[in-house]
C-alpha cells in the first residue's frame, strides 16, 4: 500500500489481521485480570468479538471500503461477549460512521473514524468509569488529531494510537485503585492497544510472520468456528436439523471435534473453554454430531429443531398476518403473564429452578462462557411474546443484553441482575397480575434486597494482606473482594458467609456446583446451622461449573 490511503484490500487486511494478531496476545491479556479467578477473561472474549469482525471482512463481497467497516462492524456487534467486546464492536462502529461512503480512507479520515469510536463507545456504557478502555479509547482519539495537524500518513496516525494508547494505559493504574493495587494496566485498554498494534502490524506487509504461526488466511472455516452464525444465512435442505448442546469434558482439551463435525453439517460454532464445549451445527445425521461429541465427554442442554417444519410455520404465518417471522420459539406461551421472562444461566439445579419461577427460555452462559449478543437476540426474535425481560445474572453480561435488547423488534427491558441469586429474588418478585413496567420496577428494587457471594479457586499464585494464596486455593468472593481463602471449600464458604451475615439477614441459600458432592454440600449446611442457629439455612443444587458454592444471604 501507500502511506496515503487505505483500499479497499488494505482495509480488509487490516481487520482480519488484527484478528490473528490478537489471538496470539489474548492469554496475555486475560492475566491482568484484578483476581485471580476463573471468570469471561477480557482477552477471549475481545478476541472471538474480533475474528466475527474479520469474518464480516471476509465475505463482504462489495468494493466500498465504507460498506466494508459496516460489515466489520455488524459482525463484530453481533459477535460481541462480555462488556469488552460489546464496546470493542461500538469502536468499530463508530469508525464505520466516520469513513460512510469512502472508496478510500485518509489520514483524516481515519482520525475523525476514532473520534466518532469513542462517542459510539461512551454511549454504550451507561456509568462510564474513567480508568478503562474508554480513557484509552479516548486518548487515542485525541492523539490522532494531533498527529494530522502534523500532517501525518496512514502509518503515522496508527503509530500514534498505538504509541498514545500505551502512555494512557499506564495512567489507568492512577485512575482506578483496584488497578495500581494489583498492579495492572486495564485489560480492556491494553485489548484497544494490541488490536490497533496489530492493524499495523499487517498492514506493514508482515501479515506472513503471524500467518506462519496461525493456519493459512484462505481456510477461515477455524475463524468462522468462533465467530457469529449470521442471522441472514440460508436455509439448507441438506442440513434441516439445528442442534445444539453442551459438552462438559472428561478432558481438558477438545482437540480434533471440529475436524470431525466440519464434515457433518454447516453453520458450525464450537466454543470450548476448560472442560465446557459449547456446539452449534445445521446437519441431516443429529445423530451422528452426537455419537462424535461422546467421545469428547457426558452431553447436556441437547436442542434439536427441524427448521424445514419451523419455515413451513413461518411462511404460514407471514401469509396470514403479513408479517416475517424470524424463529419459532422452544417453549410455549403462558397466557396468563404478558411478558417472557429470557435468563442466562449455567447448571442444570439452576436451569430447573429458574423454569420452576417462570423463565421462558434460557440461554447458557456464565463467568467463563459469556454468550454473544446475537445468541440472546435469537432467544427474543424467537419468542411468542411480544414484550420480554432478560435477566443477564452477571455484570459481564449486562452490556451483551442491553444491545440485543436495542437490536430487537419487541419491546424488552434488562433486568440489571448481576448475580445467580439476584436473578433469582428478581423471578420471586414477578407477579403475573401486575403489568409490564409495574414488573420491571418490582424485579429491579427486589434485587436490592439480596446479598451474593461465592467460592471459586485461584488461577494463579497471589497474594492478599501480606499473605500468599496458592494456585488452587479456595476462594471466597463477596461484594468485589476476596474476604475468605484456604485449602477446604466448605470452611471456606463458611468464613464467606460470616462475612456476609447482618443482623436483620434471616436466610441463606447455599447453591452447589457439579464439583461437591452431597456429604461436602450437607457438612456445609450443619456448619452453618451451628453457626447461626437463628437463621434458616437451605440447600440446593446447582450442578454449576467453576463456583464450588453459590450463596445468598437474605
Known sequence: MTSAALNLEEYRKMVVGASYYFHREKEAINSLNVFPVPDGDTGSNMSMTLDAAARGALEYPGESVGELAEKV??????GAR??????LSQLLRGISRGVVRKDEVVSNDLSKAFQYGVVYAYKAVSRPVEGTILTVARDIARGTRGAVRQGADIFGILETAVDRGEKSLLRTMDLLPTLKEAGVVDAGGKGLVVFLRGCLYALQS????????EESLSTSDDLAETSNISLEENFDLDHPYCTELIIKGREDSFE???QKLNSLGESLLVVDDDKLCKIHIHTGSP???LQECLGYGSLHDIKIENMLDQYKENQEKTESSGEGITAIPSRHKNEAKDAGIISVSFGEGINEIFFGLGVDEIVYGGQTMNPKVEDLLEAIQK???DRLLILPNNKNIQLVAEQASKLASKEVEVIKTSTIPEGIAALLSFNSSLDYQSNVSLMQENIKQVKSGEVTYAIRDTYLEG???KKGSCLGLYAGEICSWGDDPVITALELVKNMIG??????????GEGIVSEKSQSLKEALEDAFPLIEVELKYGGQPVYYFIVSVE
Open 73 to 78: 462492524a455488524s459482525y463484530a456487534l453481533m
Open 82 to 87: 462480555g462488556n469488552s467486546g460489546v464496546i
Open 206 to 213: 508482515r501479515l506472513e510472520e503471524i500467518l506462519n504461526e
Open 256 to 258: 480434533g471435534l471440529s
Open 287 to 289: 445423530d451422528l454430531v
Open 383 to 385: 419468542s411468542f411474546y
Open 467 to 469: 499473605q500468599r494464596i
Open 503 to 512: 443482623k436483620e439477614d434471616e436466610l441463606v441459600t447455599v447453591l452447589y
